[in-house]
């Protein structure tokens, strides 16, 4: 078990825009940084990180919180493990006490999984660089495809003996359980006979690690290096737990730290694609690893840029493959070039045959626009038949429809009109008719989906989405007023409760005739102080266990170190408490994802009306509690039929009044 000076020292050091940073692009947004959401697939920035409360907040899930739950939920970390993680980052020495035989056990099969890839990684690795028959005849490979050792070194490349069962044998010496080696795909069990044979899934290949964007590692890719007709070329791990193809792209925890800075990803399509740009200094690049381009594989490189460069073979097969891609990434928003190779040539062997600077220089001169791509393809098959060339025609607004931006779609048909030599009008009519169609596709199926009597319903859904029309007040929640003023409550213990400011009383008294007036008195304090005596002086509990538990928390924590702070509530060991205390101290930060200073958008700063914040919070509190008094007493007066105490009544309503004139409001 890892000591707690040992996370302390990773909770002191870590920060979280750094670690964050490794796995969304950041960009500035006043003191915070903003991006895009990493849990779902968006066109806006939604994710906010502010360094100094060095916590995070993605509004479009709700998820937050600090370095450690950002690990937990972006990569599914144990919390161990994402304390050992920025512990190796930040190069923290673990001490550890020794662990239990029960804790041991509640290590889960997932976390099993991943320990037996990294194991296999490691002994593929070693026999590749360390043992004679790794080195005479994987190394001796890798090295004829001209790779370099400190290029092996970095990707992990490694090789599997052409033995029946050396690396099952290996693992199972060293502790590792069989079913772990079966459920990641290493072992394969033929089950029969008086013993189950047991014999490895790539013997005689020379190994590719398939990374996390965290460097896990998911699974593997091998490739044979005999003649053998019958097999495979290349063969994956299947499909398990952690390993799924559609949704990994090989190269990217090597790549996106690139990808970020370059603000652009080359797209290929195989493992050596990936090491020999890396060879050759592009480093911003990853492979779908010979699979169809996914959805998911998209979103993925859309965490770190919004532009894609398709790389393609120079095969009638590469070509297709890209056209299928570029759809898919059209429909993600993303901003999407392309990149032929001479025939017979592909990502690889030009690399190899280009010096370093021939290589940036032939990419940056050859790069499309996906539409002068697909035209110049798609023209030599038309040639003078006007039958294909219409047809062509069409492919090309079908991918236009894909993109989500109105404006850029109209650019693209005005590019389109221009390069086809056809009328804008007849092309938009196309493409309306391409999305009308669309939009009723999608109708139904969020007919069936949602077991909706007639599309209407849907229709109807969607016009109170985009605001046409409003929700049915029959619909609409009753705002619960206590709730937010008790969370109000809460939000400035949190932001500024250690704040020393000056106080105006409002005291109750009499002028010369005898009517009640207000007489104002200034005194200083601290914020958490002046909202402490204030509900104690009204003998005020929340009403919200949440809120209940973080109030005492922070109480507590005011009467032993006489100061609030947040970061043990951040981390709290319970996840509701930490995510609330998260919610509510990225909330203020809102503002910097519409970018309102650029726009000239005044925004007051709370810092300078904390008086009023505190005390207009706790009035109104006060206020809705009276209301709440009221209404309870005449409820009670309705249902048990009892006369009314007139005297209570107005004694609480006049208090109301008082309220409401120290909120300088109309009643």
């Keep these: 078990m890892i000591t707690k000076q040992t996370i302390d020292r990773v909770f002191e050091t870590a920060r979280v825009e750094e670690v964050i940073g490794e796995f969304v692009q950041l960009k500035k947004a006043g003191s915070n940084f903003k991006g895009l959401s990493p849990f779902v697939d968006e066109k806006s920035p939604s994710f906010m990180v502010s360094p100094v409360k060095q916590i995070w907040k993605d509004f479009s899930t709700g998820k937050g919180g600090n370095a450690i739950s950002f690990l937990m939920e972006h990569e599914h970390y144990s919390y161990p493990e994402a304390i050992r993680w920025l512990a190796k980052k930040y190069n923290i020495e673990i001490e550890e006490t020794e662990q239990t035989d029960e804790q041991k056990e509640q290590i889960n099969e997932r976390e099993s999984m991943f320990l037996v890839s990294k194991f296999a990684k490691e002994y593929f690795h070693?026999?590749?660089?360390?043992?004679?028959?790794g080195r005479a005849i994987g190394l001796s490979y890798f090295k004829e495809r001209g790779f370099r050792e400190d290029i092996i070194e970095k990707f992990d490349l490694g090789y599997c003996k052409d033995e029946w069962?050396?690396?099952?044998?290996?693992?199972?010496?060293?502790?590792?359980?069989?079913?772990?080696?079966?459920?990641?795909?290493?072992?394969?069990?033929?089950?029969?006979?008086?013993?189950?044979?047991?014999?490895?899934r790539f013997k005689g290949r020379v190994m590719f690690p398939i990374h996390s964007m965290s460097g896990r590692i998911l699974g593997f890719g091998g490739r044979i290096l005999t003649n053998d007709k019958k097999a495979a070329k290349y063969l994956n791990s299947p499909e398990s737990d952690i390993y799924h193809k559609s949704k990994i792209l090989y190269g990217i925890y090597q790549a996106k730290k690139e990808i970020a800075k370059q603000d652009n990803c080359y797209l290929v399509e195989g493992y050596t694609d990936v090491i020999s740009f890396h060879q050759s200094g592009i480093e911003n690049v990853v492979a779908s690893s010979g699979t169809a381009l996914t959805s998911d594989q998209i979103r993925l490189v859309n965490r770190l840029t919004n532009n894609i460069?398709?790389?393609?073979?120079?095969?009638?097969?590469?070509?297709?493959?890209?056209?299928?891609?570029?759809?898919?990434?059209l429909e993600q928003g993303m901003n999407v070039r392309v990149v032929g190779f001479p025939e017979g040539e592909d990502p690889d062997s030009f690399a190899k045959s280009k010096s370093n600077a021939a290589l940036k220089e032939y990419?940056?001169?050859?790069?499309?626009?996906?539409?002068?791509?697909?035209v110049s393809l798609l023209m030599k098959e038309?040639?003078?038949d006007p039958v294909k060339k219409a047809g062509l025609i069409r492919d090309i607004v079908t991918s236009i429809s894909k993109i989500p931006d109105a404006i850029q779609r109209e650019v693209y048909l005005q590019e389109c009109s221009r390069i086809m030599d056809i009328s804008e009008q007849v092309l938009f009519?196309?493409?309306?008719?391409?999305?009308?169609?669309?939009?009723?596709?999608?109708?139904?199926?969020?007919?069936?989906?949602?077991?909706?009597?007639s599309p209407e319903t849907f229709v109807q859904k969607e016009q109170?989405?985009?605001g046409v029309v409003k929700r049915s007040d029959k619909s609409s929640k009753k705002v619960d007023q206590l709730h937010i003023l008790e969370k109000e409550i809460i939000r400035i213990l949190l932001m500024y409760g250690n704040e020393e400011i000056d106080f105006v009383n409002w005291i109750d008294g009499e002028d010369k005739q005898g009517r009640p007036i207000i007489e104002k008195e200034e005194y200083r304090n601290t914020i958490s102080n002046e909202l402490y005596l204030n509900l104690q002086e009204d003998e005020i509990e929340f009403s919200n266990e949440i809120f209940k538990t973080i109030y005492y928390e922070l109480i507590h924590q005011l009467n032993q170190d006489e100061k609030i702070s947040i970061e043990r509530l951040v981390g709290h060991e319970d996840v509701n408490i930490s995510s609330v205390v998260t919610n509510i101290l990225m909330d203020e930060e809102k503002y910097f994802l519409s970018d309102w200073e650029r726009k000239e958008v005044v925004v007051t700063k709370i810092v300078k009306i904390l008086p009023k914040l505190v005390s207009d919070a706790m009035l109104n509190l006060r206020r809705v509690l009276i209301e709440k008094k009221i209404g309870d007493i005449l409820?009670?007066?309705?249902?048990?039929q009892v006369a009314p105490d007139l005297e209570e009544i107005t004694n609480y309503t006049e208090l109301k009044k008082l309220l409401f004139e120290k909120l300088n409001r109309v009643i």
């Design 382 to 384: 038309a040639k003078n």
């Design 126 to 133: 070693d026999i590749l660089m360390n043992s004679q028959n």
């Design 464 to 466: 109170v989405k985009m």
């Design 429 to 453: 009519n196309e493409l309306a008719q391409l999305l009308k169609k669309g939009a009723l596709n999608r109708a139904k199926t969020d007919t069936q989906n949602n077991n909706q009597s």
């Design 309 to 329: 460069t398709v790389l393609f073979d120079g095969d009638a097969a590469g070509m297709r493959a890209s056209i299928r891609g570029i759809d898919l990434i």
């Design 635 to 640: 409820k009670e007066i309705q249902t048990n």
């Design 165 to 200: 069962d050396n690396f099952t044998k290996g693992a199972l010496a060293k502790g590792y359980e069989l079913k772990y080696l079966k459920s990641t795909g290493l072992t394969i069990v033929k089950e029969g006979g008086a013993q189950d044979r047991k014999f490895d």
């Design 363 to 374: 990419l940056d001169e050859k790069a499309q626009d996906f539409i002068e791509f697909k």
